[in-house]
């Protein structure tokens, strides 16, 4: 077989349910299923529209690739996956979303692997990340809650259509990071959730939904600089687990090892730890005069 078409790499017009079901392992993001489920945004490549074994994700939010499936098998199907990278999805991540690096996770041991012999000529950087679960029972007795200053009051307000018309810093600063993720407000709202700690109708610190798959929500936290230490992070993370259990769902957090305080966060808030997996990435070469 000509090394060439051993294997064709296509992008995936339509996704959803059965292409995250034909792709998906134990160890899958939630962010990235969400993209082949349709809904979050993204772009997917896949080796096959009707019988897929491998598939390449991108994320408009984390700026990251997954690879999911299973491993190559042959030194012509290598070669074809390295070319695919060259041909198509570097341009695109340097010219159009103007990345200055590649990063990218994989489902499995054996994909990862696979990845190392994909790129066996680039210096590769790895950062460890931490899965955290709802625990299966907690007490919100237990919970940690907002410390404020003296004479201050904070509150948590979720996101709605009334909370964007009423407060200009969630309609400047937060709805874009939003519809990196979503095609619009509306379908965050159906699809996601946010909280936000308020000092009168100034944002302290946000929870916000970046997926979702089978009732499962993943989330990140924020906390403005001046802000922390006050257990905002870890009462946002409380209401989101509370909000969540009321309709049934489950909530996950991820975050580097090395970030004591969001694994902190996480653990006081009666999460358990399910999972890890690395972040890869590597730096493209500086654009020459010639490009």
């Known amino acids: 077989m000509n090394g060439l078409n051993a294997l ?19 160890k899958s993001s939630i962010h990235y299923l969400s993209i082949l489920n349709g809904n979050t945004r993204g772009l997917v490549w896949t080796d096959d529209p ?60 054996e994909l990862s692997d696979m990845m190392r012999v994909v790129f066996f000529d680039k210096e590769l950087f790895e950062q460890k990340q931490l899965v955290y679960r709802t625990a299966e029972e907690y007490s919100a007795a237990e919970m940690p809650f907002i410390h404020a200053a003296e004479g201050r009051l904070m509150r948590i307000r979720r996101a709605s259509e009334s909370f964007l018309r009423e407060n200009a810093e969630f309609a400047g600063a937060y709805l874009p990071e939003i519809l990196e993720s979503y095609k619009s407000f509306v379908d965050f709202l159906k699809h996601g959730f946010a909280f936000f700690v308020l000092e009168g109708e ?20 924020d906390t403005k600089a001046e802000y922390r230490r006050r257990g905002i992070a870890s009462a946002l993370l409380r209401t989101a687990i509370e909000s969540a259990r009321e309709r049934g769902n489950e909530i996950i957090w991820e975050c580097a090892e090395e970030n004591i305080p969001s694994v902190r966060t996480a653990e006081s808030c009666g999460m358990h730890r399910c999972g890890e997996f690395f972040v890869r990435w590597f730096e493209f070469e500086p654009k020459t005069p010639q490009d």
């Open 8 to 26: 064709k790499m296509r992008q995936e017009p339509k996704r959803g349910a059965k292409l995250a079901e034909k792709l998906k392992c134990e």
């Open 50 to 109: 009707t019988a897929p074994r491998l598939a390449v994700v991108y994320s408009y939010l984390l700026g990251g690739f997954q690879i999911m499936g299973t491993p190559l098998q042959t030194a012509e199907e290598y070669a074809a996956f390295r070319l695919f990278f060259e041909n198509k999805v570097f341009p695109l991540a340097k010219d159009e979303f103007e990345l200055s690096e590649f990063a990218y996770s994989a489902d499995t041991e």
């Open 202 to 221: 100034n944002i302290c610190g946000n929870i916000i939904s970046n997926g979702e798959y089978n009732g499962c929500f993943i989330v990140g936290a």
